[in-house]
């Protein structure tokens, strides 16, 4: 689109842009791609939760209610798919596609037809995965780290869960690969690495992991395919293989994979906190190499996962040790968040809100981590709802509150029109208060000794799951409200100011809300380059 | 204020040229994630090597028939006993009856001993299974030799066919003092498909 060089921006915006079905099928512009991404992300999120609840209910009150044993464990396997590759993948995605190219001054991402193909596989995926819901023997049920031998007890839903995750794992590869090649080759002229977003960073560093470890996940399922279907035995017992060995090459991948969902989310953070408390981020470098110490440890610690299945004594002790040496980079990172806000002049609108609930519920997610991380420890916890009450702590008010912080945050410059801040404010407290309701009991089952992926309890256990599920009723339906303030927002919301938070500093803020269709045909000036890069 | 929308410096047409940097590097990235999807698979031998290093978990090594030499085995030591606890396992319920005769028995290390496990085929046809070993605690895994052993090869058995299958062993007397119980224990797989993986 050179030869609009010419026009201004505003005039652009009603320009070349194709209409109805078509827009969006053929869609190679970077803010209608990240668009169809976040809603992607955002139907995928509530069936998912459908899901959760679904467990919720049966979980409700000892005994078996209302679900079949064999449904619920197909429950638990899918909302984890779902939740995973389906809502918060996506969602990063999509704000990748939104953002890096406002952020780095570029006029789209590097490879629009890609970046089309990239998204249009997700809606397969997730068909072929769902498809399972239905076949004989339903969806899969061995968790969704597919272990073998379970795994390969599936029935019908087998294959297609496979070719699913082959075809997710290939969207998530393009994607980021899409996201480096904007990075590295599309930044505007006079912007170095280290002028960039810190949300360009951590999605830098990002899609380096996912190019590194989506493809051994493909690796490690395609084995599982084969020992399914033409007699290999890489992790069959019997033909001389070993299903520890499954949960080694599974875990290398799946512990940077819990990365790839939380940096973006330090990322935004990193741009909401100094926002509201008008002040340049503190520690901006130390947050950069705190980020690629993270992804770097990542890839060395991925056996605390399995530390129940036997190993020498020095590969727990390396292991653990390891582990715990991420706390000093993330320590790095929380403590730098709070550097910033100290003194600052802070105003709670809604992203401020959950950014700060980000900083205090991600942290106590990252304490239990640590707890899991001591092996003789680990061994009374693993496989216990203490497991699963640390990582909603992370994923939950970690990934998913930074994914609305994001969203709350760029709205205005996505859409024009600002969101209703009470409303959001109240989905704020709804959603805060919910997950903790939700979760927090949860910590207290797993000490207690409650294993996880069960659809009936001991009696001891009714209390805490009780209020467990009366939290998850209240954070469900409490995201009814995130689309409501959305969709009001869209429709008939305030017009937004260029730069609605007085304190926002980065490039994307340079521009007219809402963001003209075409955005930096011509690269942006390079004093605006330094003056947005105020860190 | 209004965007920033004017050129600053006449940059060169970059179309092309950059067009061709990005599908270059898209290319190389391409490549590296083939790499990755190569590198998974070539986890498979690297923890087994691995395991070879360290001596934990090689179901290859307890598949071995074990040599007792008496030049450097130390001689037979009767002033010790170590338990050795039998265990047999099948992967699925209902079609296969298999045991050992009795579960434990006191040994002295350096001494040969032989036990007996019990297979029964209910699975109403001729097959073939597979018994796949394992010794446990880990430690006791290069000191536990098993001089004959109806794991080492794949068992052919008729439809109802019931047999009584030895295990001959030798606890080398170099056992570490620590430990004074060994657990063998046979997971008996019936997967006549599989027999060819286990040939060589």
């Not at chain 1, 239905?134 to 379970?150: D, E, I, K, Q, S």
């Not at chain 1, 869960?161 to 998530?172: D, E, K, Q, R």
């Not at chain 1, 963001?515 to 390079?526: C, G, K, Q, V």
Request: with cysteine.
């Amino acid at each position: 689109m050179a030869n609009t060089a010419a026009h201004d921006a505003t005039h652009d915006a009603h320009d070349h842009r194709p209409q109805g079905l078509k827009r969006w099928l053929y869609a190679t512009n970077h803010k209608d791609i990240g668009t169809m991404y976040l809603v992607f992300a955002c139907v995928m999120f509530f069936l998912g939760g459908a899901m959760a609840l679904l467990i919720r209910l049966e979980l409700f009150q000892p005994g078996m209610q209302f679900l079949d044993p064999a449904f619920y464990n197909s429950m638990t396997t899918m909302h984890a798919l779902l939740m995973i590759f389906g809502a918060v993948m996506p969602a990063w995605t999509g704000l990748a596609n939104w953002m890096v190219p406002l952020q780095v001054g570029a006029p789209d991402m590097a490879l629009p037809r890609l970046n089309n193909f990239s998204f249009w596989l997700l809606p397969f995926a997730f068909t072929l995965l769902l498809l399972t819901l239905f076949v004989p023997g339903g969806a899969p049920a061995g968790g969704w780290t597919l272990y073998p031998p379970l795994s390969l007890q599936a029935g019908d839903s087998f294959p297609l869960t496979i070719f699913a995750i082959h075809l997710l794992g290939i969207s998530s590869i393009l994607g980021a690969i899409n996201v480096i090649v904007t990075i590295m080759n599309m930044r505007a002229p006079g912007m170095g690495l280290l002028n960039m977003s810190l949300f360009c960073w951590t999605w830098l560093i990002t899609a380096y992991l996912l190019i590194l470890v989506m493809p051994v996940l493909a690796g490690a399922v395609t084995m599982l395919l084969t020992d399914y279907f033409f007699d290999t035995a890489f992790f069959t017992a019997a033909g001389g293989g070993d299903p520890v060995m499954f949960q080694h090459i599974f875990w290398f991948f799946g512990h940077p994979e819990v990365y790839i969902l939380i940096l973006p989310a330090f990322g935004v953070v990193s741009e909401i906190i100094p926002t509201f408390s008008r002040k340049p981020l503190f520690g901006y470098e130390s947050m950069v190499y705190a980020t690629a110490s993270i992804a770097f440890l990542s890839f060395i610690v991925w056996a605390h996962h399995m530390f129940t299945v036997g190993m020498p004594l020095a590969g727990q002790l390396f292991f653990m040790l390891s582990t715990m040496l991420i706390a000093v980079p993330t320590g790095v990172k929380v403590f730098n968040w709070c550097a910033t806000m100290w003194k600052g002049s802070i105003s709670f609108e809604t992203p401020m809100l959950f950014a700060i609930a980000f900083l205090f519920l991600f942290t106590l997610g990252g304490l239990s981590g640590l707890m899991l991380a001591i092996v003789p420890a680990d061994f009374q916890y693993h496989d216990t709802y203490f497991v699963v009450a640390h990582f909603h702590y992370v994923l939950v008010p970690g990934s998913v509150f930074a994914i609305m912080a994001a969203v709350y945050y760029w709205l205005p410059k996505w859409s024009g029109r600002m969101y209703d801040e009470k409303i959001g404010k109240l989905h704020f407290w709804m959603s805060a208060i919910g997950v903790n309701v939700l979760f927090f009991p949860q910590h207290f089952l797993g000490l207690a000794g409650m294993p996880r992926r069960i659809p009936d309890y001991a009696t001891q256990f009714a209390d805490w799951n009780m209020v467990s599920s009366v939290g998850a009723v209240i954070f469900g339906f409490s995201q009814l409200l995130f689309v409501y303030v959305i969709w009001k927002a869209v429709r008939s919301g305030e017009t937004a100011p260029q730069r609605p938070w007085e304190g926002a500093h980065g490039l994307e803020w340079e521009l007219p809300t809402p963001a003209p269709y075409h955005s930096w045909d011509t690269p942006p000036p390079r004093e605006v380059i330094t003056k947005g890069a105020m860190h | 204020m209004d965007a920033p929308q004017q050129p600053t410096t006449p940059e060169p047409p970059a179309g092309s040229i950059r067009e061709r940097a990005n599908s270059r590097l898209m290319l190389k990235l391409i490549g590296f994630a083939l790499g990755a999807f190569g590198f998974g698979f070539a986890l498979v031998p690297l923890y087994e090597v691995l395991c070879d290093i360290t001596g934990v978990g090689n179901p290859k090594d307890l598949l071995r028939a074990s040599f007792v030499d008496p030049a450097v085995t130390p001689a037979a030591d009767d002033s010790r006993l170590v338990t050795v606890e039998f265990v047999g396992d099948l992967p699925s319920v209902g079609n296969w009856e298999f045991r050992p005769v009795i579960a434990e028995m006191k040994v002295h290390p350096g001494r040969l001993y032989e036990v007996d496990y019990v297979a029964h085929n209910l699975t109403g046809r001729d097959t073939v299974a597979n018994a796949i070993p394992n010794v446990a605690p880990g430690k006791a895994t290069a000191f536990f030799r098993k001089t004959e052993c109806f794991c080492f090869v794949p068992q052919h058995f008729a439809k109802d066919e019931e047999r009584v299958m030895p295990v001959r062993f030798v606890v080398d007397p170099n056992l570490p003092k620590s430990i004074d119980r060994i657990t063998l224990s046979y997971v008996f797989h019936d997967n006549s498909t599989r027999v060819a993986a286990l040939k060589d």
